[in-house]
Structures are given as structure tokens and as C-alpha cells.
């Protein structure tokens, strides 16, 4: 099914995107967390930096004392001093 078909179903059904689309949604709390559910997987993890794959391209998490406080299926969570979070295609 083409994206375009997608989002018309999304937009006419009114559900989130990220539920058709098979996107990442990336919650920031503060500058303490965050949350990403649809990825698909780590590409690395130091207490520095933390990437994650994901549909639409590599999420990278920046800061200090970072961990990873929860991991299943298809949600983490990332928890430290978190100084930055950037999208790599």
C-alpha cells in the first residue's frame, strides 16, 4: 500500500500516524529521557551515546550516564543527561 493510500486511511480514520505508517514516535521527557517505540534495534551504546535503527533512519541519543532503562519488542527507553537527539538517514 502506497504511503499517500496510508495517510488519507490515517487522516479519514483519524488514527495516529505512527500506528499506519510504521514510524518511530520518539517521546522526550525533559532533559532526563526518551522513549521510541517502532524501532528496530541498537546500532550502539556507550554511556555517551546511544543509536537506534528505526524505519526512518538511525536515532541518536547524546549525553552523560546514559542507560538503557527499558527494552522489548519494539519500545526503549533511554534515561541519563541527555543533551541532544538527532535523526541520521
Do not use: W
Not at 499517500?4 to 488514527?15: E, G, M, N, T, V
Not at 537506534?52 to 519500545?75: H, P, R
Amino acid at each position: 500500500m502506497s504511503e499517500i493510500i496510508k495517510r488519507k486511511i490515517s487522516d479519514a480514520l483519524d488514527l495516529p500516524q505512527d500506528i499506519i505508517l510504521n514510524v518511530p514516535r520518539v517521546v522526550v521527557t525533559g532533559k532526563i529521557a526518551v522513549f521510541i517505540e517502532n524501532h528496530k534495534g541498537i546500532v550502539e551504546y556507550n554511556s555517551d551515546s546511544v543509536k537506534i535503527n528505526t524505519s526512518v533512519g538511525v536515532v541518536c541519543i547524546k549525553g552523560k550516564q546514559l542507560l538503557i532503562k527499558t527494552i522489548v519488542a519494539d519500545e526503549i527507553t533511554v534515561e541519563g543527561e541527555i543533551s541532544a537527539v538527532e535523526f541520521e538517514e
